[in-house]
């Protein structure tokens, strides 16, 4: 059964500072991950999608990159701004399972002013 | 077309009652998810459609709970006989068929909260 693990649970960092949030999965055998981004009592929304094989992307300050050997990802943040302060979640496809999406508990994220 | 919209945005209902919720999927998805949501934690996927076709339930689905795509658009969720546990957010999404391309677009869910 795959499984999602996101680390940290909570990050608060200056305005300015560039970060990585971690995202690790059990099973390397995936189709694609997506990093999603989801605001207090909303939904999600969809961030940088990359392909099993593709090893990164790239949106503004936002780089996503895969392993999928080693079963990681990781979402990089340039110059982290207050409006970048949400909850992170990445969340994989499998090969195998049809087409549900397998989630990570998510990375609280909050950028001081 | 803005997105995934659902309806309601809140709703509260006792315990014992049944509730329906509403999806309306980007219009050209022909695929469409629904997933739950407690506090604190990511998603869990419940079922999927393609079309009008229910082709996945997770074990999470319990028999109080029922989806239907009717017309392969919108989709509806229903829980009969409400419990506490059931309070969560029901999240909908959706997607194109592409091989290559099954990036899923979400709606701002429906807050469930049964007391």
């Known amino acids: 059964k795959q499984e999602v693990t996101q680390i940290p649970a909570a990050l608060s960092v200056p305005e300015g500072e560039n970060l990585v949030l971690n995202c690790s999965f059990t099973?390397?055998?995936?189709?694609?991950l997506q990093w999603f981004r989801q605001d207090p009592g909303k939904g999600l929304t969809s961030l940088l999608l990359?392909?099993?094989?593709?090893r990164e992307q790239t949106s503004g300050r936002l780089n996503a990159s895969l392993d999928k050997s080693s079963g990681r990802s990781t979402l990089y943040i340039a110059a982290s701004q207050p409006g970048d302060s949400a909850t992170y979640l990445c969340a994989v496809r499998p090969n195998n399972a049809g087409n549900m999406l397998t989630f990570g508990g998510g990375t609280r994220l909050m950028v001081k002013p | 077309d803005t997105g995934v919209s659902q309806d309601p945005r809140h709703k509260i209902t006792k315990r014992g009652q049944n509730v329906t919720f509403r999806c309306d999927p980007i219009s050209e998805h022909n695929r469409l998810y629904w997933y739950r949501q407690t506090l604190g934690q990511g998603p869990e996927f419940l079922t999927y459609f393609q079309n009008e076709a229910q082709l996945e339930k997770s074990r999470l689905l319990s028999d109080r709970f029922s989806a239907e795509r009717p017309k392969g658009s919108f989709s509806t969720l229903e829980i009969q006989r409400t419990e506490q546990g059931d309070s969560a957010m029901y999240l909908c999404a959706s997607s194109p068929q592409g091989a290559s391309n099954t990036e899923a677009f979400f709606g701002q869910g429906t807050r469930l909260t049964v007391v």
């Open positions: 990359i392909q099993s094989s593709q």
């Open positions: 099973d390397s055998a995936i189709y694609n």
